[in-house]
């Protein structure tokens, strides 16, 4: 075998030359044949030179890839020191195995279960499409493929269904699309694809059945547990309340359920394709790889979770390859790679990234991501909170819509995020309160795409005219305008009576994010070093300097009698929106306005519009 590409290259070229030598001695009917082989040697060596990774030959890589690649290169390694007229009968083949193993080095140095993932439209499909119909062509046991489509039913008079065996149904595996883009498609594919798969396999479960109970019957000794047998055993840790009843002469499988028998049709879409995945992973052959498109598939997560945590216990000998645009699944693998899939255009055309562990982002939420092409808005708070409530009506228009929350999560996603661009070929934005902060720091955030809230607390957009004016329950402009007023004026005066309140919890704001970047360095310090390092904290903190200044914030806002200011330093939240906004506007105001804004069309518009036109013209400014 051949370790390197230069090794491999060297001995094309040795036998390009030597079919060239012979050139001069053959008749002249057969130089159509050596000029056809020589092309065929420099198509092959151009391929290996511009397409081959050098990783792809050596030995640095898993047992399970090293034995599915040499078992490519044989045939190729067959020929060498052969006749010309073996290299012409066979190189479509051996062309098309290069690329399979091109296709699949991805997983070259990969030994864990796989997990791959990326935007909807990048290819995820289509890769494992690829692979599947490379398997069929290159007859390889290394690799057993279920595609996605799981339409399953049980047919019972197909044609030479009772003459299946194991070999056949994997072949015949090898052959279907179970997955489709359209449903015009002939009778006869229909019951070819989605009902002799499913077909077959019972069939073979139950002559296997039949088989090894007819020799255990006879007395053989050493025989393996049915299969039919292991997939009950697997299959009654997640339905316990439903057991089969095989007839074994008409090859058919009754199901029991509360006393009731009913065909293996009467199963639901998700039992049928567990039953499905069962039967095919426990036939899968050994030491393969075990490629699952969209195993989440009429299943919820409950179930699938536990379906493939048992079905990759039961066949540790396999690697499993699932494509998923589901994250409850992405994220419920243990121990697993993660692949991320930028794009996949066939035959072979794949540019993936394998992602690490990244400290400042963790995996999970970087795999919940990568499902949409849309810019990514990390926002504070979780999706019960407000503040997911009005960004997502806001913005999922343009930006797929992610709470983290706590404002520090924020900031550190979002740089995290566009640190990996080079990965997702995406860019993040995100969106933090205002929090006292001053205008040097909402440039810099800025600059890092992060938008910084005109308000101090979000909640405060709700006390915006037309919010107000919208929940509402009369038309009358004057009418409307008084009810605003009133509420304006009586916000006003919680501000002032609560002046004290505003400044303190101002300060605890700037006291906490000091405190939040100050950490004594030792790892284990003494009592004194313990004494050193509070000391040190107050000469740091300009208590009186802060305070002073907060305080002739808030005092000449108010003086100012400016709305947009006073709401600007308001961070009574609790206060305005559910005492204020329920005895001054109408009750339960914060759900009758959020209420509003997720339905009024024209009304996010303004808001948008009003407070983040900078944001939306920096998105439409950043498009790649």
């Known amino acids: 075998m051949y370790s390197s590409k230069k090794d491999l290259i060297e001995k094309l070229e040795s036998e390009k030359k030597r079919f060239r030598d012979n050139l001069s001695q053959i008749a002249d009917y057969e130089k159509d044949l050596y000029n056809r082989v020589d092309n065929y040697l420099s198509e092959l060596i151009s391929f290996i030179n511009d397409e081959l990774n050098e990783k792809v030959l050596s030995n640095d890589v898993t047992v399970r890839y090293r034995t599915l690649r040499d078992n490519l290169l044989e045939s190729i390694y067959n020929c060498f020191g052969g006749e010309i007229y073996q290299y012409d009968s066979i190189f479509p083949q051996i062309l098309y195995n290069f690329k399979v193993i091109k296709l699949f080095s991805f997983i070259a140095k990969i030994d864990s279960t796989t997990v791959i993932i990326g935007a909807n439209g990048a290819g995820k499909s289509s890769l494992i499409n690829e692979l599947r119909k490379n398997n069929s062509k290159i007859n390889s046991n290394e690799m ?77 000794e ?38 009731s028998k009913y065909s293996i049709n009467g199963l639901s879409d998700g039992e049928r394709c567990i039953l499905f995945y069962i039967g095919n992973v426990l036939l899968a052959p050994e030491n393969s790889y075990i490629i699952v498109d969209e195993p989440e598939t009429f299943l919820n997560a409950a179930v699938y979770n536990e379906l493939w945590d048992l079905l990759i216990s039961e066949r540790p000998d396999c690697q499993f390859i699932f ?39 963790p995996l999970s939420l970087l ?10 808005l990390f926002c504070e708070g979780t999706k019960t909170s407000l503040d997911y409530q009005i960004y997502s009506k806001l913005f999922s228009e343009f930006c797929f819509v992610k709470p983290v929350q706590g404002h520090k999560q924020v900031i550190q996603h979002t740089k995290a995020y ?62 409307q305008q008084r009810k605003f007023n009133n509420f304006k004026n009586a916000i006003i005066t919680s501000c002032r ?126 498009k790649t």
């Open 497 to 622: 009576e609560k002046k004290d309140k505003i400044i303190s919890i101002a300060l605890k704001k700037r006291l906490d994010e000091f405190m939040e970047s100050h950490f004594i360095k030792k790892s284990e310090p003494n009592k004194h070093d313990a004494h050193v390092f509070l000391d040190s904290l107050a000469s740091k903190f300009d208590l009186d300097s802060t305070f002073n200044k907060i305080n002739s914030i808030v005092e000449e806002s108010l003086a100012s009698s400016d709305f947009s200011r006073i709401l600007k330093i308001c961070n009574l939240k609790n206060e305005i929106i559910y005492y204020r906004g329920n005895t001054e506007v109408v009750p339960n105001f914060k759900e009758k306005a959020l209420s509003r804004i997720a339905l009024d069309s024209e009304l996010y518009i303004l808001l948008r519009t009003k407070y983040f036109n900078e944001f939306v013209t920096l998105l439409n400014s950043k």
């Open 144 to 220: 057993y493929v279920l595609p996605a489509q799981k339409l399953l039913y049980f047919v019972s008079n197909i044609h030479d269904r009772n003459g299946i065996t194991r070999d056949r149904y994997i072949q015949d595996l090898k052959e279907v699309d179970l997955k489709y883009n359209t449903i015009a498609l002939q009778p006869f594919q229909i019951e070819k694809d989605f009902s002799n798969t499913f077909t077959k396999l019972i069939t073979f479960l139950i002559k296997d059945y039949a088989k090894i109970a007819t020799d255990a019957s006879r007395g053989v």
């Open 418 to 479: 566009n640190d990996l661009q080079h990965i997702h070929g995406n860019r993040a934005f995100g969106i933090i309160d205002n929090d006292w902060m001053d205008e040097k720091s909402i440039k810099e955030y800025k600059d890092e795409n992060i938008i910084v809230l005109p308000f101090n607390e979000i909640e405060m957009i709700l006390v915006d005219e037309s919010v107000v004016k919208s929940v509402l329950p009369f038309d009358d402009n004057t009418g």
């Open 323 to 361: 494509a998923s645009h589901n994250m409850d699944f992405v994220q419920s693998r243990t121990n697993a790679t993660y692949v991320w899939c930028k794009e996949f255009e066939a035959p072979y055309n794949f540019d993936y990234e394998i992602l690490e562990e990244i400290q400042e982002m």
């Open 367 to 376: 795999t919940e991501v990568s499902g949409t092409r849309k810019p990514i």
């Open 222 to 259: 050493g025989l393996p547990l049915a299969l039919w047998d292991r997939v009950e055993r697997i299959w009654n840790k997640i339905f316990p309340e439903i057991t089969f009843v095989l007839e074994s002469d008409e090859r058919v499988v009754e199901v029991e359920k509360n006393g």
